[in-house]
């Protein structure tokens, strides 16, 4: 897990979930009659330390099962060795990760569905589709990182998708500190979208790159890891107005899933003193309902051999905090069930106005929806509704 590096605000929030969830079935009598014990290394964000990290795991350790971590940094270094020792494995948000093994053991606990890219983006533009008037130009703004190719090129096909043209595409080194000069590269496409696919401290720099270069556009954000983050939502608080982005669970009233609720208080009861992010909305809940689908494998099969778990797990249908959940092609869940919302009326940078949707209000889906239709960013930021 990183549990250091770019990506530890998320990889800590993923650990504590998972401390939660082994004290809890600890606390039920283990898994086939023993205790469960977690064992988390650091891989620093670091992808080329993983092989080595797998290797100590199976070889040194002789754990009985291995689980993927957070994201394609930390699972897809591993698929090779998970694929040459024929292990099952259930990653953490790993976008796309199985599309180049197509492993069947692999599954993984995110929902985009079975085609990722196209998932994660495409309440963004529907969301953008429905202004008037209809914005046509879109500029593209992303990490120079595996996990924006296939949300880059789902932007694209949403783009294709919905009639509008990307004039401006550009990637930056995730050394980038000041993105000013990719944000006045914006400015001057004249694009009337700004979509963007980054990591957690990129988004920071990129939204106050934003706000310092006066950014004028319709609609502003798409994919980026970071503002579902408490402590990154606190930092930018009111800065935050009129961007759309992407979430996976929100405590809005038709998410509130058997046993999720109390999982996110004892979260957030103990995030303080882990130092991990104080709301949990985006990563606790998957990371739980993870070691829930190893739990209810090793639970219905009466083993821990992984190919008995894995063809349970490729027909099973799991009950978990973030509710049911079926399996199918490449290991993704069969249906997407991603969240499009648009950040509204924050007047501080309190965590407390987070802790409802009020401020987080769900675009798409509409079943979903728990807010009016979008009104745009530069009139969002300023507080104009």
Same mark, same amino acid.
Request: charged share 20%.
């Given at each position: 897990m990183s549990l250091s590096g770019i990506l530890a605000a998320n990889g800590k929030t993923a650990l504590l979930a998972h401390k939660l969830w082994e004290e809890n079935i600890n606390n039920k009598g283990g898994l086939?009659?023993? #205790?469960?014990?977690?064992?988390?290394?650091?891989?620093? @964000?670091?992808?080329? %330390?993983? *092989?080595? +990290?797998?290797?100590? %795991? %199976?070889?040194? $350790?002789?754990?009985?099962? +291995? /689980?993927?971590?957070?994201?394609?940094?930390?699972?897809? *270094?591993?698929? #090779?060795?998970?694929?040459?020792?024929?292990? &099952?494995?259930?990653? %953490? /948000?790993?976008?796309?990760?199985?599309?180049?093994?197509?492993?069947?053991?692999? &599954?993984?606990?995110?929902? @985009?569905?079975?085609?990722?890219?196209?998932?994660?983006?495409?309440?963004? &533009?529907?969301?953008?589709?429905?202004?008037? *008037?209809? #914005? $046509? @130009? !879109?500029?593209?703004l992303c990490a120079d990182a595996p996990f924006s190719k296939s949300p880059v090129q789902g932007a694209k096909d949403n783009c294709a998708k919905h009639g509008m043209e990307v004039v401006f $595409? $550009?990637?930056?080194?995730?050394?980038? +500190?000041?993105?000013?000069?990719?944000?006045? /590269? !914006?400015?001057?496409s004249g694009a009337d979208i700004l979509f963007m696919c980054s990591y957690v401290g990129d988004s920071v720099g990129l939204v106050k790159a934003i706000d310092r270069e006066g950014l004028q556009a319709s609609v502003v954000g798409g994919a980026m890891i970071g503002p579902q983050n408490g402590s990154v939502k606190t930092e930018l608080g009111p800065l935050l107005n009129g961007l759309v982005n992407y979430e996976y669970w929100l405590p809005v009233e038709k998410l509130m899933y058997p046993g999720v609720q109390e999982m996110i208080e004892k979260y957030q009861a103990s995030a303080l003193q882990e130092g991990t992010d104080p709301l949990g909305y985006y990563v606790a809940p998957m990371a739980y309902a993870q070691l829930q689908i190893v739990e209810q494998a090793i639970t219905a099969t009466q083993s821990i051999d992984d190919d008995k778990l894995a063809a349970y797990t490729r027909d099973a249908v799991f009950h978990t905090v973030v509710g049911d959940i079926k399996f199918g092609k490449g290991g993704g869940w069969t249906e997407p069930r991603v969240l499009t919302v648009q950040y509204q009326h924050l007047t501080d940078h309190s965590v407390a106005q987070f802790r409802e949707a009020k401020t987080q209000v769900v675009l798409v889906p509409e079943v979903l929806s728990s807010g009016s239709l979008i009104y745009p960013y530069t009139k969002a930021k300023n507080g104009m509704a």
């Open positions: 086939l009659g023993r #205790p469960v014990q977690l064992v988390c290394i650091d891989d620093q @964000t670091n992808p080329n %330390l993983v *092989p080595d +990290i797998y290797q100590k %795991l %199976l070889a040194d $350790e002789e754990t009985d099962l +291995i /689980m993927g971590g957070y994201g394609d940094n930390s699972i897809k *270094p591993a698929m #090779p060795l998970v694929i040459e020792h024929k292990r &099952f494995f259930v990653g %953490l /948000m790993g976008l796309a990760v199985n599309q180049e093994f197509n492993y069947e053991n692999y &599954f993984a606990m995110i929902p @985009t569905g079975p085609d990722p890219g196209v998932a994660l983006t495409e309440g963004f &533009f529907e969301v953008a589709a429905k202004q008037h *008037p209809k #914005p $046509e @130009t !879109v500029a593209i $595409e $550009e990637s930056y080194p995730l050394s980038t +500190i000041d993105f000013s000069q990719f944000i006045r /590269m !914006v400015k001057q």
